[in-house]
């Protein structure tokens, strides 16, 4: 099993820079995901690590610790349309060729002008 | 790019009804994910496929089952349907252990 930590809510101004932190405690971890999700829509995938480390992807960066089961997702130069949920998700290797993914309750970023 | 693929998109049921929600995974994804979102909540997994076979399962009540069939669609049924049911049911797919999964856009299931 899985228990995924993310803060619920946070608000940041047009233009600045917001990092969102996620903890985990896992074993068999097999990659760790973000996603945005728009209200009633799909989750879209933002990026993906699985080694330490950052990953960059234009405004977005993303970076992993194993060590300390932590992450955070790094916006830049935020937009309005930056408004939505963020989704933490940790893929779990549970043996005999079976993988489970399972989301955090999410981040809701509220970005104001 | 072909993506997830669900169907229906919105679905319409009374209590104790039944319903089935289908999933076309990305061509050569060979893993299927389902999930169930209700409102203001995080998507709760209820079970997932690799290669035709049950993977891992999730929160799924016993009213529900699924499938993947032979051209790697996959389909969730479910029976006795409750107001509970009410949810947003997001199908994903990825290869196996690699990279990423897609979500479809889902299929809102409203039960009265």
């Known amino acids: 099993g899985q228990n995924i930590d993310q803060p619920t809510e946070m608000t940041a101004t047009e233009g600045a820079i917001v990092q969102i932190n996620c903890t985990y405690q896992t074993s068999g971890f097999n990659g760790l995901f973000w996603y945005q999700q728009h209200a009633g829509e799909a989750p879209t995938f933002l990026s993906y690590?699985?080694?330490?480390g950052l990953e960059e992807k234009g405004r977005f960066s993303s970076f992993l610790s194993r060590s300390k089961g932590y992450s955070y997702l790094l916006l830049k130069e935020l937009q309005m349309k930056d408004s939505a949920s963020y989704l933490c998700?940790?893929?779990?290797?549970?043996?005999?060729?079976?993988?489970?993914?399972?989301f955090g309750k999410g981040t809701k970023l509220s970005v104001i002008p | 790019a072909a993506g997830v693929i669900q169907s229906p998109r919105h679905l319409i049921k009374e209590k104790r009804e039944t319903a089935t929600l289908k999933c076309y995974p990305i061509?050569?994804?060979?893993?299927v994910y389902w999930y169930q979102q209700g409102p203001g909540q995080d998507p709760q997994f209820l079970i997932s496929f690799y290669e035709k076979m049950q993977s891992d399962k999730g929160s799924i009540p016993d009213r529900f089952s699924a499938q993947q069939f032979s051209d790697y669609h996959s389909e969730l049924n479910m029976s006795s349907l409750e107001l509970g049911d009410s949810a947003l049911y997001f199908c994903a797919s990825s290869v196996r252990g690699l990279g990423e999964a897609f979500f479809g856009q889902g299929t809102r299931l409203t039960v009265v």
């Open positions: 061509p050569r994804h060979d893993t």
């Open positions: 998700a940790v893929r779990e290797y549970s043996g005999a060729g079976s993988y489970q993914l399972t």
């Open positions: 690590n699985v080694l330490d």
